[in-house]
């Protein structure tokens, strides 16, 4: 099985050394039939693509591109998957570090079990690379479909799908946010295979002001919208574009929803249940917070 491969990346004011460990760790595959295509979306900060430059200029099997202005993530990785010369696409984000045998683990996964789209478990590190936990995602397609609607299950940096797939969907749809788990399901909507591989395959970089965390309701209105839209099998970006919010109350948001990790399970429990109290979106966020447990937990037992 040599079927070429093509890994798409981003990138925007990450750390060199994470980009190089990045690049590094997808140009070392064991599956060596692969390109890598690198698209910078912030362009008036020169300094940062020109040492990706000067890292990756001598190799034959990297093409860097810099948008001429910030276009975002969903525009990026749509140019991107244009740029693609082979037929199976991967993403990959310029703070994670693939390990050696991804690739080859998840092309064959996919092709022996006829999918369209894998994923695969992460190793999560912190900003120093310290490994803080593994994800347990379910690999199961029928189990991914159930819980797919009320959460996303695929971990994005993780993909390798049939390009096929991109193209059918017309790529990312320009969500702010969560632009993956909207593709995710429309994928599911048109009967794609979705499925992940047990095996951990991604070290996943947890930073302190990473989009999940500093833009969390944000992210969580966004993901409700997408819910919404994709079970009604309609779209309207204006809808999405036009929404903006503060940042005092993403502020109050996040605290409120990460306050509970720092007590006991009773304790976690109780605070959890004042959340519908102490912010405007908090009973939409509790319901969906247990409907996601509940069929978590459902299908973990089949």
């Not at 912030?42 to 202005?69: A, D, G, R, T």
């Not at 996303?152 to 788990?181: M, V």
């Not at 994928?187 to 395959?201: G, H, P, V």
Request: hydrophobic residues 35%; positive net charge.
């Amino acid at each position: 099985m040599n079927e070429g491969v093509s890994v798409i990346m981003t990138f925007y004011n990450e750390k060199i050394e994470w980009i190089e460990q990045s690049i590094n760790s997808i140009i070392n595959q064991t599956h060596n039939n692969l390109e890598l295509i690198l698209v910078y979306d912030n362009p008036e900060y020169n300094s940062l693509f020109n040492k990706v430059q000067s890292l990756v200029h001598n190799n034959k099997k990297i093409k860097l591109f810099k948008n001429k202005k910030n276009i975002g993530l969903a525009r990026s990785l749509n140019f991107a998957i244009k740029q693609a010369k082979f037929d199976y696409i991967a993403r990959m984000d310029a703070d994670d570090i693939a390990e050696r045998e991804r690739i080859s683990i998840q092309l064959k996964s996919l092709k022996d079990n006829k999918a369209d789209i894998i994923g695969s478990n992460c190793i999560l590190i912190d900003e120093e690379d310290n490994e803080l936990g593994i994800t347990n995602y379910p690999t199961d397609p029928k189990k991914i479909n159930i819980l797919l609607p009320y959460t996303n299950c695929l971990a994005h940096p993780t993909w390798l799908a049939r390009k096929i797939l991109f193209l059918e969907l017309g790529g990312y749809f320009n969500y702010k946010c969560s632009q993956d788990y909207d593709l995710l399901l429309r994928a599911r909507n048109k009967k794609f295979k979705l499925i992940n591989t047990e095996n951990n395959l991604l070290r996943y970089r947890v930073r302190q002001n990473s989009i999940g965390n500093s833009r969390a309701l944000n992210q969580y209105l966004t993901a409700n919208y997408i819910r919404k839209v994709n079970k009604s099998k309609s779209y309207d970006e204006k809808l999405v574009r036009n929404f903006e919010l503060t940042k005092e109350s993403n502020r109050t948001f996040l605290e409120i929803i990460n306050s509970p990790k720092n007590v006991g399970s009773i304790s976690k429990i109780a605070m959890e249940l004042l959340i519908p109290f102490r912010h405007k979106y908090g009973l939409s966020y509790l319901i969906n917070l247990y409907q996601t447990r509940i069929i978590k937990h459902s299908i973990a037992r089949n």
